[in-house]
């Protein structure tokens, strides 16, 4: 079985869902290929597991992401049975357009796959779980940190390609302070805050007990669309990131269905709210009636002790 896989990278950086990608075309198919846009990380994957081939996939356009462009030069490189994402914003548009470049199905963000690809995905919001069989050739993007990555120990050959295509839009990521923390959607320790930390200065508390830990900071949509200095980039949501981490600590956020349906496939989730009918608390693990005055003192002690030994 062929099976392309499109890596991810930030800043120039390969990003760890791409050992997860491969660890999952490693057990679908005896054929990897691996395509790394702009060239970033192309030696490390090679060092991957499972991994037949690595592609060097260099150009111009690749300095800044266009859809388009990144079609045009990747689509004939991804030929095969499978095709590979990550359920990323720009993971999922790239598998939606080279699907369509191809005429060929994509399914989103799913969490489980076995041989003959049979997948499991949520829908609804998260609010059910749909389990299918679809036919190859086809495009599937999966969800980060559901599936465990590949292990060291590969040496694949490494080919470079050389095609640039015309860019039509130029994104220019211009990142503030803010924006170099670690993103939400690669953290395995994230601690959100909502509408009810009362104020977006008191968020600095959450970004000093998430440094200590080294953990991601997120924000309901509550919390972004009221304040103007909780940035977009940190909500998690339907209409935000999708994330899936080991520990998810919500501190005043009340639950709406859009903020259920981005983290509640995380491994261990830790409510924090003042009021005990906070829809939250139903898909809690743990839960904690109170304010986010007496309990985050208390969370920074506590979690500082535990990652200090």
């Not at 800043?11 to 054929?31: F, K, R, Y």
């Not at 049975?81 to 989103?108: F, K, M, Y």
């Not at 295509?165 to 959100?192: F, T, Y």
């Not at 009021?275 to 003192?297: H, K, L, N, Q, R």
């Amino acid at each position: 079985m062929e099976i392309t896989v499109i890596s991810e990278s930030n800043e120039g950086i390969l990003h760890p869902v791409t050992g997860q990608l491969v660890g999952v075309a490693a057990s679908l198919g005896s054929n990897v290929t691996v395509l790394c846009p702009g060239g970033v990380g192309a030696s490390e994957v090679a060092t991957l597991s499972g991994v037949t081939r690595v592609v060097s996939v260099e150009g111009g356009c690749f300095d800044s992401y266009d859809c388009k462009a990144w079609t045009d030069v990747l689509s004939p490189l991804s030929e095969g049975d499978l095709l590979l994402c990550s359920s990323s914003n720009l993971g999922r548009e790239l598998a939606s357009s080279i699907a369509a470049s191809r005429g060929i199905p994509v399914t989103q963000d799913v969490i489980a796959i076995e041989a003959g690809f049979s997948v499991t995905r949520p829908i609804y919001s998260g609010k059910a779980i749909e389990k299918s069989t679809i036919e190859s050739p086809c495009a599937i993007t999966l969800r980060g940190n559901s599936f465990e990555p590949a292990e060291q120990g590969g040496s694949a050959e490494i080919s470079t390609v050389n095609n640039s295509a015309d860019v039509a839009v130029s994104v220019k990521r211009a990142l503030d302070k803010a924006g170099e923390k670690l993103d939400v959607s690669e953290a395995e320790i994230i601690i959100s805050g909502g509408r009810g930390m009362g104020d977006p200065s008191n968020f600095s508390h959450l970004f000093e007990i998430a440094e200590s830990v080294g953990a991601a900071v997120g924000a309901s949509r509550a919390a972004v669309d009221t304040w103007e200095e909780i940035p977009h980039s940190m909500q998690v949501g339907q209409t935000g990131k999708t994330v899936a981490p080991k520990l998810y600590i919500a501190i005043g956020i009340s639950g709406a269905i859009q903020h259920l349906a981005g983290m509640r496939t995380s491994k261990y989730i830790v409510a924090i709210n003042k009021d005990p009918e906070a829809p939250i608390f139903g898909v809690a693990d743990y839960g904690i009636v109170a304010t986010w005055e007496e309990c985050v003192p208390i969370l920074k002690q506590e979690l500082s002790a535990l990652f200090s030994n």
